[in-house]
């Protein structure tokens, strides 16, 4: 073996948590630009638009980054939420003393541990994940905190010294596509990943709350991009 393939075979490894969505395609580009080889794993968690699966497979295969699917279905069955609930009308903003209908209590639990513990048999200490504390939605498992949490319990757990990478937890989403833009992935966000709720790809619906979220920073991104070119 020559001293060239020992030094990719030692390189650095990260494995992405990929759902297909701006933020995590975003993330697929950092952790490119970051680590020699990425891995990625998408999860079905009975959300009612499978259609995020297929654009998550698309990306990767596009991108030259290895697909695995994992179903964890079962967690549509243990709560009531809008996302994986065909009868229940979503939230269109947070209620003031709640999380939207739109969380999926344990969803980033079960994701970022099923994750490490995939990591771990291939021997990959560094993971991935496109939460974001800035642009929440109330979702209190996007949090620092909980991360930080979960990162020390999942060491514990499995004697490992595994570290969680959030490249998106202090920016919001007009930064998340500058961010995009910088790792030359302006064009694959915007017309190959899959945010909205309604399970339209690219720019969406437009009106449900992770379209607002979405066109709002894709907007604020723009104008000043557009005011900088002025120069
Ligand atoms: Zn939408």
């Not at 771990?120 to 905190?145: A, F, H, Q």
């Not at 995009?180 to 899959?194: I, K, P, S």
């Amino acid at each position: 073996m020559s001293i060239m393939q020992n030094l990719i075979s030692k390189g650095s490894r990260a494995l992405v948590v990929f759902s297909g969505g701006q933020d995590s395609t975003t993330c697929l580009f950092w952790a490119k630009k970051h680590f020699e080889e990425v891995y990625t794993i998408t999860f079905g968690y009975g959300q009612k638009h499978s259609a995020e699966v297929e654009c998550a497979k698309k990306i990767a295969k596009d991108a030259g980054v290895p697909f695995h699917y994992m179903d964890l279905s079962f967690i549509s069955g243990l709560s009531k939420n809008s996302l994986t609930d065909h009868d229940m009308v979503m939230d269109s903003e947070k209620p003031a003393d709640s999380a939207p209908n739109t969380f999926v209590p344990g969803r980033n639990l079960f994701f970022l541990s099923i994750a490490a513990v995939y990591a771990r048999e291939l021997g990959i200490k560094d993971i991935v994940t496109g939460v974001s504390e800035t642009d929440y939605s109330g979702y209190p498992d996007c949090r620092d905190s909980f991360i930080k949490s979960l990162n020390v319990t999942l060491n514990l757990a499995m004697e490992e010294q595994f570290v969680i990478h959030t490249p998106l937890m202090w920016i919001d989403k007009a930064q998340t596509w500058q961010l995009a833009d910088e790792l030359g992935a302006f064009d694959v966000v915007r017309n190959e990943t899959l945010t909205c709720y309604n399970g339209i790809k690219g720019d969406g619906c437009g009106h449900c709350p992770a379209c607002k979220l979405r066109k709002h920073g894709l907007e604020q991104y723009q104008s000043l991009r557009d005011s900088a070119n002025c120069f």
